[in-house]
Structures are given as structure tokens and as C-alpha cells.
Nanobody, 117 residues
């Protein structure tokens, strides 16, 4: 399928850390390193929201509630985008997805992040 594959989610205690990974399918590898990529999340009964963005010029942007705690990065060699999450809070609990921002493809299954004591 033309989509991204997310991994790295899990159960973590408040204050803990997780790093999520996002890899592109072969069909979209050609634009992976130059397009704007984003990490999104969707909590139960909530609308999907963009939490971190990474542009081709390496500029980044973050949802206010995650600034200082989340870091988005990419590795061109492995065609992987990462989301480093620290000081996690229960309100960060959601399914996390990655996708192109300007030209999104089919949404993958995401990876579940649960922050609970």
C-alpha cells in the first residue's frame, strides 16, 4: 500500500520517554527526504491533530502542548522520520500517525502510545 509504517509505541509511565519511527513504502521513497513530514495523533473521540512537522529545509514546528518535550527528526539514509517524546503525560495518550503534510497518502494503522501510572 502507498502509506507509511509507524512503530515504537507502547505503555509508559508519566514522565517517561518513547521514540517513534516512521518508514515510507518503496512507492513514495522518491520524495521522502524533500517533502514536509508530520507526526499526528488522535485520541479516542478526538479529532486528529498535527503535533510535529519537519520540512525539507529542516525547519520544524510543534503543537504548543508538546514544545520542549517532543523532537522530530529524520535520517535520509534510512528514509526514516523519528519522534522523540520525553516527559510524557497522560494527555499524550493517543494513536500516533505519520504522513506527508502537503500531499498525504493513505493513512496507516499508526502506533498506540499510552501514558498511564
Amino acid at each position: 500500500q502507498v502509506q507509511f509504517l509507524e512503530s515504537g509505541g507502547g505503555l509508559v509511565h508519566p514522565g517517561g520517554s518513547l521514540t517513534l519511527s516512521c518508514k515510507a513504502s518503496r512507492m513514495i521513497l522518491g520524495t521522502f527526504t524533500s517533502t514536509s513530514m508530520g507526526w499526528y495523533r488522535q485520541a479516542p473521540e478526538k479529532q486528529r491533530e498535527l503535533v510535529a512537522a519537519l520540512n525539507g529545509d529542516h525547519s520544524t514546528g510543534y503543537l504548543d502542548s508538546v514544545k520542549g518535550r517532543f523532537t522530530i527528526s529524520r535520517d535520509d539514509a534510512s528514509k526514516t522520520v523519528y519522534l522523540q517524546m520525553a516527559s510524557l503525560k497522560p494527555e499524550d495518550t493517543a494513536v500516533y500517525y505519520c504522513n506527508r503534510i502537503e500531499s498525504p497518502v493513505h493513512w496507516g494503522r499508526g502506533t498506540q502510545v499510552t501514558v498511564s501510572s
